[in-house]
């Protein structure tokens, strides 16, 4: 499938989302959000795949933000109708079956850190931006920055961030838990893959359900939360994989999971 404002490629069952629009810093329009459904929809189902990486185009920017020109035509519907789809694709990326790693390599502002926030990890190169400057242009975070920035860093330095406004570098991101671990920028792409494929060497399914088990747990209470472990533990014990990894351990050899 080709795309407007993406590429797209996979090598050594890893997938790699770039979003190409240098010419704006990769700045979030509705073809964009559209595109970036569509591509992760086609890594869903395909089996070859265990990890995805998202980044940007580029040098400069991961994300730069949403598209300003298209925010400067928004009114109450159609600025709901904005927002919603926005957030449809970052609940989408959240709750992907396989893992999902942000590579960070500059500018992540607005729409940008919102999309990062969405990823299951984050990592930021030393020139990596970050932050929800929305109010400076009289609007608030919109594609869920409100509730997964606090959730993330807590309620304190989410109300900090958002109501300031303020841009934070690499270092204070990681100071404060908004990203996994900062490298030098041209280690980032390495870094990421070589986090992927020690991730890929999992468990397909085991990755999944880990996935929805922290997800959902955040949803609840702790004893909810509990429940849905104790529910997804037992899936996997029925699984294929669960009786390979097993056997594997004991018989001190390499698992080969097939996802099963």
């Known amino acids: 499938m080709s795309y407007q404002n993406l590429i797209v490629k996979k090598e050594e069952g890893l997938g790699w989302i770039f979003v190409n ?3 704006r810093l990769n700045a979030l329009n509705k073809e964009t959000i559209k595109e970036l459904k569509e591509a992760f929809l086609s890594y869903q189902n395909d089996p070859e795949l265990r990890v995805v990486i998202l980044t940007g185009s580029g040098e400069k920017a991961f994300v730069a933000g ?4 298209e925010l400067s035509h928004l009114d109450l ?3 709901k109708e904005y927002a919603l789809a926005g957030q449809d694709l970052t609940k989408y990326i959240e ?3 396989k893992p999902v790693i942000a590579a960070i390599n500059g500018y992540a502002l607005g729409g940008g850190t919102e999309l990062a926030l969405a ?9 990596a931006k970050m932050g929800q400057p929305e109010v400076k242009l009289g609007l608030i975070p919109g594609f869920g920055g409100t509730q997964r920035l606090s959730r993330l860093v807590g309620k304190g330095r989410s109300l900090e961030l958002i109501l300031t ?3 934070i570098g690499a270092e204070e991101a990681l100071k404060i838990g908004l990203v996994n671990k900062v490298v030098a920028s041209q280690d980032l792409l390495p870094a990421c893959k070589a986090l992927a494929k020690e991730i890929a060497a999992n468990a397909p399914l085991a990755l999944q359900y880990a ?3 922290i997800n959902k747990g955040l949803d609840g209470t702790l004893e909810e939360g509990l429940l849905v472990e104790a529910e997804l533990f037992g899936e996997a014990c029925a699984t294929a994989d669960s009786e390979e990894g097993t056997k594997a ?4 050899r390499q698992a080969n999971f097939q996802g099963k």
Request: aromatic share 6%; proline share 6%; hydrophobic share 40%.
């Open 21 to 23: 629009r240098p010419q």
């Open 249 to 252: 351990f004991l018989a001190k």
């Open 66 to 69: 949403a598209d300003i020109e």
């Open 95 to 97: 709750n992907f079956p």
């Open 119 to 127: 990823c299951h990890l984050r990592l930021a190169s030393e020139k």
């Open 211 to 213: 996935i929805k088990a």
């Open 77 to 79: 519907v159609s600025g």
């Open 165 to 167: 406004g303020r841009i």
